[in-house]
C-alpha cells in the first residue's frame, strides 16, 4: 500500500519518533512519502504529496496535527489513519484508537472505516473548521492560560491542564451568551459554552460523553454558573462519573456573545470590546478513519472480560 505520513517531529517519545515509525510501516509493508508538520508551508506541502497516488493518509502526532490533517484534507474519501503520539489524544480516544506505531500499523485495512465529521464555524473571521470543538468563555480562558507557561510531558501535562482548568472555573466570570439550537434559543449567564464534535477535549476530559463523531450533529455544552463547584470536583477524576453540565445536541448551533475569549480546538481568541455571533454546524461531506482490526486472540481476550 501506497501513504502519506503527516508527523510531528516533536511529538512522541524515543521508539515513537520518525525512524521508529519508518520502520514501523515498513514492516507492514506501505511504501510512504513523508511530509513533517513542522518543515516550513504544511497545507502546501501536503498538497504537493497528494498530487502522486496514494491509498491513505497516515496522521502521527498529538490532537493538533490529526485535526490540521483531517480539516485540510481535500479528498475525504481518502482514508485517514490515526498514529496517536499526544497526551490527551482526544480525536483516537474518541475512536477507540490506542496503542504504539508498532502495534496499530499492521491492524489496518481500507475497507474498515469509521464516518467523521468536520465542524465547520463562520464568524465576522470568516470560516473555520474544527474537529474537536469551538467554545466561548472559560474554556478559552485554560487555553489562553496554558499558552503563557511551558508544556510539561505526559502524565504531567494532563495534571496541569486540569489544575488550570480548576482554576479558570474558580476565577471565571458571568457571560451574557445566546445559544440558538437548531432555531431554539436559549439565552442566560454561562460559565461558558463549547459545542463539541467529538467526546473528549482539553486535557482529556469527556464533557461531551453523548456525542458522536459521525452522526451529523454537534453537541452544545452549557457550563451554567450553579454547576461551577460540581464541575471543579469532577475534575479530580474525570472519568468516573458523568460530567455534572448541561448537554444539548443540534445539527445547526448559534453563539452570541461579548467581551469573552473563544476558542478554536487549541488555538484561543481573547476578543476584548468585541461583540461576535458565530454560526456552527458539521460539514456535509465526511472524512474517513481506519479502524484498527483486532486480532482473534484480542477479540477472545476481550469476550473473556467481559464475561467474567
Request: proline share 6%; aromatic share 4%.
Amino acid at each position: 500500500m501506497r501513504a502519506i505520513l503527516c508527523h510531528n517531529p516533536t511529538a512522541g517519545t524515543k521508539g515513537h519518533d520518525k525512524d521508529a515509525i519508518l520502520g514501523a510501516l515498513k514492516l507492514a509493508d506501505i511504501d510512504v512519502r513523508y511530509v513533517s508538520t513542522k518543515n516550513g508551508d504544511f497545507e502546501e506541502a501536503f498538497k504537493d504529496a497528494l498530487k502522486k497516488a496514494a491509498d491513505f493518509v497516515i496522521a502521527a502526532g498529538g490532537d493538533g496535527t490529526i485535526g490540521r490533517v483531517l480539516t485540510t484534507l481535500a479528498d475525504r474519501s481518502l482514508p485517514v489513519a490515526l498514529l496517536p503520539l499526544g497526551t490527551a489524544n482526544n480525536a483516537a480516544r474518541s475512536l477507540g484508537i490506542a496503542g504504539t506505531p508498532q502495534e496499530l500499523v499492521e491492524t489496518w485495512k481500507l475497507e474498515r472505516t469509521a464516518p467523521v465529521d468536520i465542524g465547520s464555524v463562520k464568524g465576522p473571521w470568516g470560516t473555520t473548521r474544527f474537529l474537536e470543538a469551538f467554545g466561548v468563555g472559560v474554556f478559552a480562558e485554560l487555553l489562553l492560560t496554558a499558552a503563557k507557561g511551558k508544556k510539561p510531558e505526559g502524565a504531567d501535562n494532563l495534571r496541569k491542564g486540569r489544575a488550570l482548568f480548576q482554576q479558570a472555573l474558580k476565577d471565571a466570570k458571568p457571560i451574557d451568551i445566546e445559544v440558538i439550537i437548531d432555531g431554539r434559543s436559549v439565552r442566560g449567564d454561562f460559565l461558558g459554552v463549547e459545542v463539541m464534535n467529538t467526546p473528549f477535549t482539553g486535557p482529556g476530559l469527556p464533557l461531551a460523553e453523548k456525542a458522536d463523531v459521525g452522526d451529523g450533529k454537534l453537541d452544545a455544552i452549557l457550563i451554567e454558573v450553579d454547576q461551577r463547584k460540581a464541575l471543579i470536583e469532577w475534575l479530580e477524576a474525570p472519568l468516573d462519573a458523568p460530567p455534572p453540565i448541561t448537554s444539548r445536541k443540534g445539527r445547526k448551533i448559534e453563539l452570541v456573545w461579548a467581551d469573552a475569549p473563544n476558542r478554536v480546538d487549541d488555538r484561543a481568541y481573547d476578543n476584548e470590546d468585541k461583540k461576535l455571533a458565530a454560526e456552527i454546524a458539521c460539514e456535509e461531506d465526511q472524512a474517513h478513519v481506519l479502524i484498527p482490526v483486532k486480532h482473534p486472540a484480542q477479540q477472545a481476550a476481550e469476550a473473556k472480560a467481559t464475561s467474567s
